[in-house]
């Protein structure tokens, strides 16, 4: 499923999207595409919570309250393709800041051709981003079934009662590796951070060292142990 969230702040700018969007997405792509179109910035951030991860990100900055929300949402969505609008009275700074970053920019006014002409250039790079997002899978089990998981779903990893459980959001899977194993084969932002456990970095909200705990975005409760605390500490002061 490939996860597509635009906010602009017009119904005029929402019907080119729609109109151009779904086309270039059967073209370039062979997967489920789940749409969100809206020009209200809290419906928005309310898709935000609901989806964790978007792959697509179309976001307008002359939407009140969006252009303050760029840094946390680039943060949020570290992989997604990010297409900003903006208008020639926009301070660029709000946009070329580091830790944005975006993959595409319009200036408006435009029009269809402009938009078309954006998103064709685009959609080459965002095949290429789909293409290897799929590398980055894990295998796990439900039942008696195999299923693969997108790494940058996962909250964390926990080993308990033999068995390593995978979580995501109020989710567990079982999988038949040991977090040892894991460790050296996972990106660099899953982290130990006790004997029996793994983090995602990506989807820790605070590091509470005085408390040894990790605070996760879904609000669960990581332990740190003596042994990794150093290192957290230190991944934390290089990452804010």
């Known amino acids: 499923m490939v996860y597509y969230l635009s906010l602009v702040d017009s119904m005029l700018e929402t019907r080119m999207l729609k109109e151009l969007v779904p086309d270039y997405a059967a073209k370039y792509t062979d997967d489920y595409w789940d749409f969100c179109y809206t020009e209200d910035f809290y419906e928005a951030m309310a898709r935000l919570q609901e989806v964790r991860k978007h792959d697509i990100l179309v976001w307008d900055t002359t939407v009140r309250g969006a252009g303050n929300k760029l840094l946390s949402l ?3 969505n570290p992989t997604a393709f990010l297409f900003l609008f903006a208008s ?7 946009y070329v800041r580091a ?3 975006p993959d ?14 954006v998103l064709e250039e685009s959609f080459d790079l965002i095949r290429d981003r789909l293409s290897k997002s799929r590398g980055q899978l894990i295998s796990v089990y439900t039942g008696h079934a195999q299923k693969y998981l997108q790494l940058d779903l996962i909250d964390f990893l926990e080993a308990r009662d033999k068995k390593v459980f995978v979580r995501i959001k ?9 977090l040892d194993d894991l460790e050296k084969k996972l990106p660099d932002h899953f982290r130990r951070c006790h004997r029996s456990f793994i ?3 990506l ?7 005085s408390e040894n705990v990790i605070i996760m975005k879904n609000g669960d409760v990581v332990p740190v142990s003596r042994t990794y605390k150093k290192e957290i500490k ?7």
């Open 170 to 178: 109020n989710q567990e899977y079982g999988l038949y590796e040991t």
């Open 234 to 240: 230190e991944y934390g002061i290089e990452n804010e």
């Open 99 to 101: 830790g944005i970053a």
């Open 199 to 201: 983090v995602n970095m």
């Open 203 to 209: 989807h820790a909200d605070s590091i509470i060292i």
């Open 74 to 76: 680039r943060k949020d």
């Open 104 to 117: 595409a920019l319009l200036l408006k006014p435009f029009d269809i051709v402009a938009l078309d002409k």
């Open 88 to 94: 020639s009275r926009t301070n660029p700074m709000l």
